[in-house]
């Protein structure tokens, strides 16, 4: 939403104007652009875009300031008046433009793009865009990566440094994929651009710069960590000292707790952190909270979170229901462990707004005892898990029964 703070009415025309800026500086600009940068009262952008529109830049420019948010208040402060944001190729692919628009109202923002560093490594690979996985790992973990090492996939990693290549490289061959095709795509659309083709765990390239796109043909090797598209992953991709919920049973919980793009789960009594982990593997804008009063097994969460490529998981050790406090509100919540200690279903009933969802599973039959007196209160479903697994019984075969498990899934009215 637009801040009106410096106003009392919106402004309708356009008094910001963001514009691409490409490796090749000014001559790869339209005339328009080079009008409105010439015309700017004043200039914003990074040093390098600075320099590069130096000869046309006539008002002030301004380089980004440390921290960002300084910038930003500098430019909404100006609200009105002609500001020019040079930004690198499309702004609005993780690009300042996104940033701005959190603070300045769409209809005031007037954005001229370059090419962004996908479509240029694209177009010079023949690759499809559409058929390409694309991702940031700028000032972001190189984990996030890990969701997309499918066999045969396609990928397009922006990197922080030079040294991002031989990191991602590094990650591959750790994680069986090594034998995958790593183009390093080098300042692309300027003077200096080179392309090299490496194999990751052979990687060799030196001297790389800075603004590098890193180009990948995933191939897997033997024992790859490949991460199954379907819920219920295996239970020995995890690490756990057996405070797992199993993997037939984390299924029908996730089916359960039916996540939805964006929502937030609270993971109380979190164990190895697997439902909290799948939940988030459902799509990059999940988000969850893990609670797990064991220090060693909370430290254990966040070594799952880094391997299965979902870091954004935020941690809390501490015991429930003191350690929900100050948490912000869930959309769903999950109840593994501790729900039979006393206040922990009542605080995490209060947490969930209208239209919250909370699942709590039972092993135990004092969880269950609760569980069921819940239930006869408040409705919802209840249903009781009985897994059995194939195993020798001397010579032979019999099933051998898990212990059974009662759910209870609940929305708030």
Known sequence: MADMSNSGSAIVAPWLTVIGVGEDGVAGLGDEAKRLIAAAPVVFGGVRHIELAAC?????????????????????????????????????LYGVGATLARRIDASEIRTIPAPSAFSL????????????????????????????LQPGARVLALTSDGNGPRALAELLSESG??????????????????????????FALENIAAL???????????????????????????EHDGQITKREVRALTLSALAP?????????????????????????????????????????????AGRFGVPGLTVVEGQAPEALRGLTRPDVIFIG????????????????????????????????????????????????????????VGTMTGWRPAMPVTQWSWVKS
């Open 337 to 392: 462990g501790g729900g039979s200690d006393a206040g922990v279903m009542e605080a995490a009933i209060a947490a969930l707004s209208s239209g919250g969802r909370l699942v709590a599973n039972a092993v135990t039959t004092e969880m269950e005892a609760v569980l069921l007196a819940h239930h006869a209160r408040l409705g919802g479903s209840l249903i009781r898990i009985d897994i059995a697994r194939a195993a020798p």
């Open 56 to 92: 046309l830049i006539q008002g002030e420019s301004e380089a980004w300031q440390s921290p960002f948010e300084k910038s930003v208040e500098a430019i909404a402060s100006r609200r009105g008046s002609p500001v020019v944001v040079l930004a690198s190729g499309d702004p609005f």
């Open 121 to 148: 490594a694209a177009s010079r690979l023949g690759w499809p865009l559409q058929d390409v996985a694309t991702i940031s790992l700028h000032g972001r973990p190189l984990d996030l990566i890990r969701p997309q």
């Open 260 to 304: 939805r793009k964006g929502e937030l789960l609270w993971d109380i009594g979190a164990g190895s952190g697997s439902i909290a982990i799948e939940w988030m593997l459902a799509d990059p804008a999940m988000r969850a909270i893990a609670i797990e009063a064991s220090p060693e097994r909370a430290a254990r969460i966040g070594r799952n």
């Open 212 to 238: 590098n796109v890193c180009a990948v043909e995933i191939v897997a090797g033997g024992g790859a960590r490949v991460l199954p598209l379907a819920g219920g992953l295996d239970d020995a991709l995890f």
């Open 177 to 202: 994929f090594g034998q995958s095709r790593l183009t390093v795509l080098e300042a692309l659309g300027g003077e200096r651009e080179r392309i090299s083709r490496n194999i990751a765990a052979s």
